[in-house]
């Protein structure tokens, strides 16, 4: 009940000075985009003819509110991706013809920069990360299930500050937590510890934009681990994402990305997960 109560509070803070700018020092980017494919076709090699039926669609949707005056950055983005999938095959007994997901992620990022040395900024941050749908409950819809929240503070350099392209560096203490995570299982444990983050973005051309975010969260307490429920260990997380938008007309576009998550950098497990997607969209830039 106290993670909610912050959590709220935060978003109090957070939510109505993104979406409504008090003044014209905010840039504003937000785009989404809508990928769909089915197929069917009729296969067999004894004279029986079997239906495969195939039917998928995702949806992409970033935005980025930004506030960049002499006294200080502040930067809010938003990542939603969404796809889910249904497969019928008549061959297979065990294909339901249900809709599946195959990827659900929402992510809300707010870092405020003071710009007190040029080259040594203090910032704050926070975190959200969830999803839109607990897959695991297929009967029931259980939203924003789990969701984690990290707030870090520390000392920002910009490396490259340019009108179409930016690198910052980050680095300092965060504390990180959860709420509304799934009964019966001790993975979702609050730690706190050093964090390191790249966030680089790059207009390379007016229809081509790449943003890229490396984030490295060293903790300081132990926490179990996925691989032996009864050991723990103190981790280095990385997370990873990477996406480039080229727009070949004005609906139409090409999302290409690559995600990295590492649960634990140091160990010899297998622990880690990656995605690579490529999809040809319908693209709406809303402003």
Not at 163 to 172: H, Y
Not at 217 to 223: A, C, H, L, P, Q
Not at 262 to 284: F, P, Q, V
């Amino acid at each position: 009940m106290k993670n909610i109560v912050k959590i709220i509070f935060l978003s109090a803070i957070i939510i109505p000075n993104a979406i409504i700018p008090s003044n014209a020092n905010w840039t504003k980017f937000l785009n989404f985009s809508l990928t769909v494919n089915q197929s069917k076709s009729k296969t067999g090699q004894t004279g029986t003819l079997y239906s495969k039926e195939s039917l998928n669609y995702g949806i992409l949707i970033k935005g980025e509110l930004t506030e960049d005056i002499e006294e200080y950055n502040w930067k809010n983005t938003l990542n939603l991706e969404y796809s889910s999938a249904k497969n019928k095959d008549e061959s297979d007994p065990a294909s339901s013809g249900k809709w599946t997901e195959s990827n659900d992620k929402l992510t809300v990022d707010s870092v405020r920069r003071w710009k007190t040395i040029k080259a040594f900024n203090p910032y704050l941050a926070v975190n959200l990360q969830t999803s839109i749908r607990d897959a695991s409950y297929i009967n029931e819809w259980l939203a924003f299930r789990p969701l984690q929240l990290r707030e870090s503070a520390g000392i920002g350099s910009p490396l490259i500050s340019r009108e179409a392209q930016e690198l910052v560096v980050r680095t300092g203490c965060f504390i990180q937590h959860y709420a509304n995570t799934p009964k019966n299982t001790g993975l979702y444990e609050h730690s706190n510890g050093i964090e390191l983050v790249l966030d680089y973005k790059n207009t390379v051309r007016k229809n081509i934009s790449f943003t890229s975010k490396a984030g490295f969260y060293s903790s300081f307490n132990k926490t179990q681990d996925p691989w032996n429920a009864s050991t723990k260990s103190k981790k280095i997380r990385l997370e990873w994402d990477n996406t480039l938008i080229t727009a070949i007309t004005k609906y139409i576009s090409l999302n290409m990305s690559w995600n990295i998550d590492n649960i634990d950098m140091t160990s010899g497990y297998a622990n880690y997960e990656w995605e690579e997607k490529l999809n040809i969209a319908l693209n709406w830039k809303v402003f």
